[in-house]
């Protein structure tokens, strides 16, 4: 059975740094991309980026990640293949990341829709 | 501003029929296959149609899901209170290289 267990509730405040999790299990952590929905309190959904564990055919050692134009630069997507795990990574959070977080399993292609759902985080930042 | 335009809202009485657009460019729909995710208040987004018309296991036959050019459309017959949910739809984007999500539908059984 695929599942995606995502890490607790965060309450952080402007400026400080955050990791969170996605750990998954009952299928092949390096053949499938996973992906970042962001969920802003009362708004729709928004792809943070997509993280390939496997790598690419040039660098297979180093997961493949793709960014949303507007999350570029403002996350940090990775994978440790050791721990079946993804996450994202703020340096400095903004009151505006104040969100629900989904981590998402898509297909063997980065085309492929997402089957399975993380329960999602909450994360709350205060100015 | 999302990539995909959706109707914020739709409503039809029980056991009526009602259709959902979504509609892209010639980089996303045009080129690549649609899903739906139906969202209920306060849980997680699951998926609902794949490859523009596939259902998965459990979802009902009365739901159907098309594509035609840039435009795709989730369409919900025999409405039931509980189909009451937000519906998106989502895609690949060719020009942006990541998937797409659509602003999402409120779809309220009046």
């Known amino acids: 059975e695929v599942q995606l267990v995502q890490s607790g509730t965060e309450v952080k405040k402007s400026g400080e740094s955050l990791k969170i999790s996605c750990q998954v299990s009952?299928?092949?952590?390096?053949?499938?991309?996973i992906g970042w929905v962001r969920q802003m309190p009362g708004k729709g959904l928004e792809l943070m980026g997509i993280v390939y564990p496997g790598g690419t055919v040039v660098d297979p050692g180093h997961p493949d990640v793709r960014y949303s134009p507007s999350f570029q630069g403002q996350v940090t997507l990775s994978a440790d293949r050791s721990i079946t795990t993804a996450f994202v990574q703020w340096r400095s959070l903004k009151a505006s990341d104040t969100a629900m977080y989904y981590c998402?399993?898509?297909?063997?292609?980065?085309?492929?829709?997402?089957?399975?759902w993380g329960q999602g985080t909450m994360v709350t930042v205060s100015s | 501003q999302s990539v995909l335009t959706q109707p914020p809202s739709a409503s039809e009485t029980p056991g009526q029929r009602v259709t959902i657009s979504c509609s892209g460019s010639?980089?996303?729909?045009?080129?690549?296959?649609v899903t739906w995710y139906k969202q209920l208040t306060g849980t997680a987004p699951n998926l609902f149609i794949y490859s523009d018309d596939q259902r998965p296991s459990g979802v009902p036959e009365r739901f159907s899901g098309s594509k035609s050019g840039t435009s795709a459309s989730l369409a919900i017959s025999g409405l039931q209170p509980e189909d009451e949910a937000f519906y998106y739809c989502a895609t690949w984007d060719d020009s942006l290289n990541v998937p797409v999500f659509g602003g999402g539908t409120k779809l309220t059984v009046l």
């Open positions: 998402v399993r898509g297909g063997p292609l980065p085309i492929d829709a997402f089957h399975f």
């Open positions: 009952g299928y092949n952590f390096v053949s499938y991309w």
């Open positions: 010639v980089s996303n729909i045009g080129t690549n296959t």
